[in-house]
């Protein structure tokens, strides 16, 4: 069965709901197939990083995120520092550092790199 994104769709499962965040993802597998994420608007990557950073005593400036897909953004804006993979979903694209790498190809490695040296040490 053939799926045709159409954020109208989109649209119209978020009003049909009260509380919720509905958001269009791409698959990081073959970058064509698109479904909607539908969670509590109380959840959300970023603030499952922040819970995670703040049981160890971190502020988010001591922190890295990489995505690839809108569904990692909450993540990427609470992050000190944000990269996004070479094969990003384009609506995100140059909101963030791009990285090289793919999400198959060391991007992560990547990024650690990057942000390293970036890191002014004491």
């Not at 509905?22 to 064509?32: K, L």
């Amino acid at each position: 069965v053939g799926y045709v994104y159409k954020r109208q769709y989109q649209r119209r499962v978020h009003g049909a709901f009260e509380g919720v965040k509905v958001i269009q993802a791409t698959s990081p597998y073959d970058h064509n197939s698109r479904w909607l994420e539908i969670y509590s608007s109380r959840v959300d990557k970023g603030q499952a990083a922040e819970w995670v950073a703040s049981r160890h005593d971190l502020t988010a400036d001591l922190t890295l995120a990489t995505g690839n897909d809108t569904n990692d953004v909450d993540m990427l804006d609470w992050a000190g520092k944000s990269f996004v993979v070479a094969n990003v979903t384009p609506s995100i694209k140059n909101k963030y550092t791009n990285l090289q790498c793919s999400n198959n190809k060391s991007a992560f490695s990547e990024a650690v790199s990057l942000w390293m040296n970036e890191i002014q040490w004491e």
